[in-house]
Nanobody
Framework: QVQLVESGGGLVQAGGSLRLSCLASGRYAMGWFRQAPGKGREFVAAIGWSGRTTSYADSVKGRFTISRDNAQNTVYLQMNSLKPEDTAVYYC?????????????????WGQGTQVTVSS
């Protein structure tokens, strides 16, 4: 059973930073998604199994950075220059395949989510 545990969410002012962490029970291609109130879940960032390849949604490119520490089975999402529209529940997810995945159906396992709230 794959387990994913997110941490690091919270309340921050616009322009601030937060770092999310996702501890996995193994090594997988990973992604971060988010879901704002009343909206569907959307892709944020993804990283390949080795950590050498990444992908970002246009809305976060240049502000967010995804990385991983394979020795710790942990994936990070560094979020800088946060905006009120970044407010959402953030989920990490693990994919079975090898590569970088941006679509929800590619991910088989999901964490419980962590709330990020950005005040204006």
């Amino acid at each position: 059973q794959v387990q994913l545990v997110e941490s690091g969410g919270g309340l921050v002012q616009a322009g601030g930073s937060l770092r999310l962490s996702c501890l996995a029970s193994g090594r997988y291609a990973m992604g971060w998604f988010r879901q704002a109130p009343g909206k569907g879940r959307e892709f944020v960032a993804a990283i390949g199994w080795s950590g050498r390849t990444t992908s970002y949604a246009d809305s976060v490119k240049g502000r967010f950075t995804i990385s991983r520490d394979n020795a710790q089975n942990t994936v990070y999402l560094q979020m800088n220059s946060l905006k009120p529209e970044d407010t959402a529940v953030y989920y990490c997810a693990a994919a079975r395949g090898i590569g970088v995945f941006t679509n929800i159906p590619d991910y088989a396992y999901w964490g419980q989510g962590t709330q990020v709230t950005v005040s204006s």
